[in-house]
């Protein structure tokens, strides 16, 4: 239900998991902007357990140092939306949550500027046993298509470094 939602093949996500399980490998999230829907879209579906560690909502700026580990002055520095606070976030996820894998989402859905920075740019942080990477996207759309959007781009980076 959560993975059509987002217009993205449930199948997708079905192998991100299977290639994750056959390596016997974990996962884990740390999202601001998302609120959990990448969390909700990996345990849509059935067997996610196997390979999701679990997930961290940190919508709050405080709750990104807190309890993902962004440096809070990075924070201070460059606010919530960049691409080093994304790749800290995967970090911070993989790490707070004893994962594999982490990847960690920040960006402004909108519909107002935040620090400055537009609606719908979305930076994505994904870390792994030997990856580390961070994808910068601009999407198009109101705040649920934005949200929506970088679910799939998420799911789409993972599962390219997971390959």
Do not use: N
């Amino acid at each position: 239900m959560i993975v059509e939602a987002l217009d993205f093949p449930r199948e997708r996500v079905a192998d991100l998991l299977a290639r994750l399980r056959g390596r016997g490998e974990t996962l884990a999230t740390a999202e601001s902007l998302t609120a959990g829907l990448v969390a909700a879209a990996l345990t849509d579906v059935a067997g996610s357990s196997a390979v999701v560690r679990g997930g961290l909502v940190v919508y709050a700026t405080d709750l990104k140092a807190e309890l993902a580990g962004v440096d809070p002055e990075l924070l201070a520095e460059r606010g919530a939306v960049d691409p080093e606070v994304a790749a800290m976030l995967a970090a911070g996820a993989r790490t707070r949550c004893g994962a594999d894998w982490g990847v960690g989402l920040t960006g402004v859905a909108g519909p107002e500027p935040q620090d400055g920075v537009e609606p719908g740019v979305v930076h994505v942080g994904v870390a792994g046993p030997e990856a580390r990477s961070v994808r910068s996207v601009r999407l198009d759309g109101d705040r649920h298509r934005v949200r929506a959007a970088a679910v799939r781009v998420a799911l789409e980076h993972v599962a390219e470094l997971v390959r």
